[in-house]
């Protein structure tokens, strides 16, 4: 049974940081990647992780405030957030895939969390 499960979201204040976990299981996965949804607007990419090379990218709106990570050789990732702002509020989505590449679209993950809400308060 596949399962992608993510937590670590909730309620914060500006300028603080929250940590975010995933941790997927079920397949031989080889990349991960977080995407956020704000109400009303488009899902959209944040940060992805090559498991081989430790490669990562981020989304320009988060470079230099959040940092993706993987635990040792395990399929658990960890996004921290640090200065967070407003903007950043969202429904946090981790999305694992078999491809060993960084994906920075969402169609090429196959398997996805339920989502972690994120509410950064001005």
């Known amino acids: 049974q596949v399962q992608v499960v993510e937590s670590g979201g909730g309620l914060v204040q500006a300028g603080g940081s929250l940590r975010l976990s995933c941790a997927a299981s079920?397949?031989?996965?080889?990349?991960m990647g977080w995407f956020r949804q704000a109400p009303g607007k488009e899902r959209e990419f944040v940060a992805a992780i090559r498991y081989s090379a430790t490669s990562t990218v981020y989304a320009d709106s988060v470079k230099g405030r959040f940092t993706l990570s993987r635990d040792g050789d395990k399929n658990n990732v960890y996004l921290q957030m640090n200065s967070l702002k407003p903007e950043d509020t969202a429904t946090y989505y981790c999305?694992?895939?078999?491809?060993?590449?960084?994906?920075?679209?969402?169609?090429?993950?196959?398997?996805w969390g339920q989502g972690t809400q994120v509410t950064v308060s001005s």
């Open positions: 079920g397949r031989t996965f080889r990349a």
């Open positions: 999305a694992a895939a078999v491809v060993a590449a960084v994906l920075t679209s969402d169609y090429e993950y196959g398997d």
